[in-house]
């Protein structure tokens, strides 16, 4: 049985030459052999199930382990005695494996057999939080909570340079590779691209921030954090938006009604007279932050409100499935919500990514002013204009081709397959230039070859309701095409997508990472920083080396 590990992700630099659009394959990896590439360490044993709902059932075959050198000879990175020591042994970071490796690991999906169910189903997922909470920890010196570790959250922290789509507003790219988790697997990635639109080009946005001014709020990371932040939105917003700011502790109050960024001194005033103390009431700032968003909705226009936070609440209503539905009617009306988490000791990931989830918004996390930067000002208009309205997707397995599948994360965005074409069901919202990465694996049946360019492997649909509420569905089809015969052959882009992955998978410990070596972990990071001029990416290479150190 051969073994295909499948990472699904949509770019127009990325895709293999086999694909459906014609997008062409970039080699990015500066001429490493094949052999020097980022490779599998050993073979996991398998998990499968006989559908989406079925229940975990552990295979009795253990696969054979096989010494792979993912990552551990290239030609950037000579490894050290000790790391090729466990490179040769086959054990990706056996130093740590009784602290980062769980026998249970929670929340991960398992094999599915495509025989009893082909289809897989999921809400889109733009959220960034995840891993910006989680590199926040690391720098620290604290190990992430398995549970709050959400790959594709990781993944879609970072630009894989995917091509504008053309017809609609969002476009898919497919490729593929051998997977560094197994030796017989490939790494296929699903990309999906959002219609980037300029700043200058977006509808007039009114913008009603819900400010947490409790007292816990009351640190150098929070508080003051949250500040610069809305100084920096200030600046970059046009003077046809309007800013609003409420403020919530013991209750919820209007500090700023909604004003003109033409008066932006105003605005900033307001802001700099922000001052902690008190408990924290979140159900009380939503409610008035709510009102005063309806009072400036306009057909056409942005209607967001942004919540500060640190995610505690401790007076009112504090369930987040409670807080959800009360604000669930706004969401169909077209008021959004995007809340933007701050601190770390007691941040409460849970509310903040569950009220997004709930209210057709986005999850952002800010610890620096460099990811304040990124969310207001770089990201801007991706954050604030939806494109793509309950965007769901669904992917359907060949079975006399794919034996088994797993998507990699997304844990908490299932949707029932029959549930795809079900208008009626709340979905994912994406933004302007957004981009969704989402990583399958994948087993393929026995004697198939990807040489067989042409052989139909599956088929990708995206479903949405435009912001006319046209109903939109494409599709794109998968082919053996699309996946290359090596690592080494594929773009840089690819790569660090797969990497990033491989990353998460090891934070939370999955069983499916289990054999996985941090050193060839580390050695690819550091091969991919020095290939790109990116700053993300260099980061993303320091984290590596922090978290197993």
């Known amino acids: ?42 073979t996991a044993a398998a998990t499968t199930v006989e559908s989406d709902d079925g229940a975990m059932e552990e295979s009795d075959d253990a696969m054979e382990e096989e010494a792979r050198d993912f990552g551990a000879t290239t030609t950037t990175a000579a490894p050290t005695t000790e790391a090729a020591t466990a ?28 025989a009893e169910d082909p289809l897989s189903t999921f809400a889109l997922d733009v959220d960034t939080g995840s891993y910006s909470l989680a590199r926040n920890q690391i720098r620290n010196g604290q190990q992430p909570d398995p549970d709050l570790v959400r790959v594709e959250e990781f993944v879609n922290s970072f630009d894989y340079g995917y091509r504008n789509p053309t017809g609609e507003s969002l476009g898919i790219i497919v490729d593929g590779a ?11 990635r699903i990309g999906i691209q959002g219609e980037r639109v300029r700043d200058d080009e977006r509808p007039s946005a009114h913008l009603t921030f819900v400010i947490d001014t409790s007292g816990s709020m009351d640190t150098s990371n929070r508080l003051p ?75 056409g226009d942005i209607n967001r409100v ?7 609440a401790n007076a009112g209503v504090t369930d987040v499935n409670e807080l959800g539905r009360q604000i669930r009617r706004d969401a169909d009306d077209g008021i ?119 052989e139909k492997l599956g088929e990708i649909n995206l479903r949405w309701e435009s912001p006319d509420g046209r109903i939109v569905e494409i599709d794109e089809t998968i082919r053996l095409g699309d996946l290359h015969s090596s690592w080494g052959e594929t773009s840089n882009e690819f790569k660090l997508a797969g990497t990033v992955g491989i990353f998460a998978e090891l934070l939370r410990g999955s069983q499916y990472a ?22 993300d990416v260099d980061e993303f290479y320091e984290l590596v080396q922090q978290a197993r150190s």
């Not at 709340?426 to 399958?440: F, K, M, N, S």
């Not at 996985?516 to 990116?534: C, G, I, R, T, Y």
């Open 306 to 312: 942004i919540v500060a936070s640190d995610g505690l």
């Open 87 to 114: 490179a040769n042994d086959g054990e990706f970071g056996s130093d740590r494996s009784e602290t980062t490796v769980q026998a249970d690991p929670p929340r991960i999906r398992p094999f599915v057999r495509t």
């Open 336 to 454: 959004r919500l995007m809340t933007v988490g701050y601190g770390l000791g007691g941040f409460n990931d849970e509310t903040m990514e569950q009220l997004a989830d709930q209210s057709d918004g986005v999850y952002a996390y800010v610890d620096t002013v460099d990811e304040a930067e990124k969310v207001f000002e770089e990201n801007l208009t991706a954050n604030l204009y939806t494109i793509a309205i309950d965007a769901k997707i669904q992917v359907e397995f060949e079975d006399d081709i794919v034996e088994e599948y797993r998507l990699i994360g997304f844990e908490n965005r299932g949707i029932r397959d029959q549930d795809f074409r079900n208008d009626n069901v709340d979905a994912g919202e994406i933004g302007a230039g957004h981009q969704v990465t989402a990583l399958y694996e994948v087993r393929l049946e026995s004697g198939i070859r990807i040489s067989d360019t042409r």
């Open 225 to 299: 954090l949250v500040k610069e932040s809305m100084q920096l939105l200030v600046d970059e917003l046009e003077d046809d938006d309007t800013v609003a700011i409420v403020t919530y502790n013991n209750s919820g109050d209007v500090l700023l009604e909604p004003t003109s960024v033409r008066d932006d001194d105003r605005i900033l005033d307001a802001i700099d007279s922000l001052r902690p103390g008190g408990s924290t009431n979140l159900e009380a700032g939503l409610r008035v932050g709510y009102d005063l968003a309806r009072s400036v909705n306009e057909e």
């Open 514 to 535: 289990r054999n996985m070596n941090w050193d060839s972990v580390e050695n690819e990071a550091k091969f991919l920083a020095e290939q790109f001029d990116n700053s």
């Open 1 to 42: 049985m051969t073994a295909v590990l499948i990472a699904a992700a949509m770019a127009a630099s990325a895709c293999s030459g086999g694909s459906d659009d014609g997008a062409q394959q970039v080699n990015g990896d500066g001429g490493r052999d094949a052999e020097e590439a980022f490779a599998p360490t050993t």
């Open 178 to 188: 051998p997977s560094p988790l197994d030796d017989d697997n490939y790494l296929l």
